[in-house]
């Protein structure tokens, strides 16, 4: 299994970008999709997260600013960013907590995506 993140790019402050992930590979069902992030100099952390349709979370830094969707069909999850600030600024991550042939449960990561917001 592959996760491809793109459309990450440098932006003022007050802009936008949407953020797209694909997988491809060995793909059942797909239990979580979720954006995390990692700024320079800091761990990563959790940005969004999906369960399922209507059933989302989001860090309190990005709450009413970042929207999070999916298609478990297409093997898709998109990360819409508003009102980008300059502490937005991080390589982003896609994830996806997928199911497998023989039950197996496996989680998997993109490759990273950098945001750059400049103030």
């Known amino acids: 299994v592959q996760l491809q993140a793109s459309g990450g790019g440098s932006v003022q402050a007050g802009g936008s970008l949407r953020l797209s992930c694909a997988a491809s590979?060995?793909?059942?069902?797909?239990?979580?999709m979720g954006w995390y992030r990692q700024a320079p100099g800091k761990g990563r952390e959790l940005v969004a997260r999906?369960?399922?349709?209507?059933?989302?979370s989001y860090a309190d830094s990005v709450k009413g600013r970042f929207t999070i969707s999916g298609d478990n069909a297409k093997k898709m999850v998109y990360l819409q960013m508003d009102s980008l600030k300059a502490e937005d600024t991080a390589v982003y991550y896609c994830?996806?907590?997928?199911?497998?042939?023989?039950?197996?449960?496996?989680?998997?990561w993109g490759q990273g995506t950098l945001v750059t917001v400049s103030s």
């Open positions: 994830n996806m907590d997928v199911g497998q042939r023989y039950g197996r449960r496996s989680t998997y």
């Open positions: 590979g060995s793909i059942d069902s797909i239990y979580n």
């Open positions: 999906r369960s399922g349709p209507g059933t989302t």
